[in-house]
C-alpha cells in the first residue's frame, strides 16, 4: 500500500503561519482584506468561495463579495476591477474563470493589477513564476503541489519529474517550481508520443489534464510519487482526479488522494497569498 500525500495537515501547516502573520498586521493597524469577484451562478465557483470564505474567516481574514449577473458587460466588470485595485483595503482579488464568452478572458486578465493578483492569472504574476523575481503570486493549485512535496520531505533534486497538462494554470508554473526545486523535467501534453514511456522513467508525475483515468497502471511504476491535481466526476457520480487511483496506489509509493489531496491546500495558500500582498503593500509604504 502506497503512502497517502493527504492535503489536510499540509493546509494546517500552512494556516498555522499564516495566522500569525495575520495578528501581526492587525497589530498594525492593517485588516488583511481578499475580494472574490465571481460572475454568474456556476456551482464550482460558488462551492470554491464558500470554501475561500470560510477559511478566512477562521484566519481573521476580512473577504468582499462582488458578484455580478452571467449577461454582465465586460465594460462593468473591468469598471470593478478598477475600483478594486484602487481601493487600497483591498489586497487580494480572486476572479473566478472561466468567465462568460461576452467577455474577454484576456483583458480581464489584463486590467488586474499583479500587486493583488493572488491567484496568478496576470501577465506580470506569471512572468515572476517563470524568472523567480517574486513578483505577483503562483497559481495557487500549482503551488499547492509544492507545497505537498515540501510538507512531506520529498527532495526533488536530481529527480525526474513528469507534468502532464501544459497549461498556465497549473502545467506550466508548476513545472517551474519543480526545476526551481532541482528537479529534471519534462512536460507532457496531447501531441506527446508514446505518454507511458515518459511517466514511467519518472521519479515524480503530476496530472493535471483533467481527464478521468488518464494516468492508468501501465503508465507508472514502482517508487513514484504521484501528485494528482484533476477533478472529475467518475460515472457514479463522485469526485476523481485524473489518476484511476484503484489500479495506480497500489503500484506507487506514494499518491495524492482526490478529494482530499491538493484541492484541499489551495485555500489555504490562497490565504496565505492574500496576507503576502498585505506585507508587500506596507514595505511599499
Do not use: W
Not at 497589530?27 to 470564505?53: F, K, M
Not at 454582465?72 to 466588470?77: D, I, K, N, P, R
Not at 493589477?113 to 505577483?136: C, H, Y
Not at 457520480?237 to 488522494?257: C, L, Q
Amino acid at each position: 500500500m502506497s503512502m497517502l500525500l493527504k492535503g489536510a495537515p499540509v493546509a494546517a501547516a500552512i494556516n498555522e503561519k499564516t495566522r500569525a502573520r495575520v495578528q501581526a498586521l492587525r497589530s498594525r493597524g492593517v485588516v488583511p482584506t481578499l475580494a472574490l469577484v465571481r460572475v454568474g451562478e456556476n456551482d464550482a465557483d460558488i462551492y470554491y468561495e464558500h470554501s475561500a470564505v470560510k477559511r478566512c474567516a477562521a484566519l481573521e481574514i476580512e473577504t468582499k463579495l462582488v458578484t455580478l449577473p452571467g449577461d454582465v458587460s465586460e465594460a462593468e466588470l473591468l469598471r470593478k476591477i478598477d475600483e478594486l485595485n484602487r481601493d487600497s483595503s483591498v489586497h487580494g482579488v480572486l476572479i473566478f474563470r472561466p468567465l462568460p464568452k461576452s467577455v474577454s478572458d484576456a483583458a480581464v486578465c489584463a486590467a488586474l493589477s499583479s500587486d493583488k493578483d493572488v491567484d496568478g492569472i496576470t501577465d506580470g504574476s506569471l512572468a515572476g513564476v517563470f524568472t523567480g523575481s517574486g513578483r505577483g503570486f503562483c497559481p495557487c493549485t500549482a503551488q499547492s503541489c509544492a507545497e505537498i512535496l515540501d510538507f512531506y520531505g520529498v527532495d526533488c533534486t536530481g529527480k525526474r519529474a513528469t507534468v502532464l497538462g501544459r497549461s498556465l494554470v497549473i502545467g506550466k508554473p508548476v513545472s517551474q517550481l519543480l526545476l526551481a526545486r532541482n528537479a529534471t523535467v519534462t512536460v507532457c501534453h496531447t501531441k506527446t508520443r508514446d505518454l507511458a514511456s515518459e511517466t514511467k522513467r519518472a521519479d515524480i508525475v503530476v496530472a493535471a489534464v483533467g481527464h478521468l483515468n488518464a494516468l492508468t497502471a501501465d503508465k507508472v511504476a514502482p517508487g513514484q510519487i504521484i501528485v494528482d491535481v484533476g477533478i472529475n466526476t467518475d460515472d457514479t457520480g463522485k469526485m476523481a482526479g485524473d489518476v484511476d487511483f484503484a489500479t495506480v496506489e497500489p503500484i506507487v509509493s506514494a499518491i495524492t488522494p482526490v478529494p482530499g489531496g491538493v484541492g484541499s491546500v489551495t485555500t489555504a495558500v490562497l490565504a496565505s497569498h492574500t496576507v503576502e500582498a498585505a506585507e508587500r503593500q506596507i514595505k511599499i509604504m
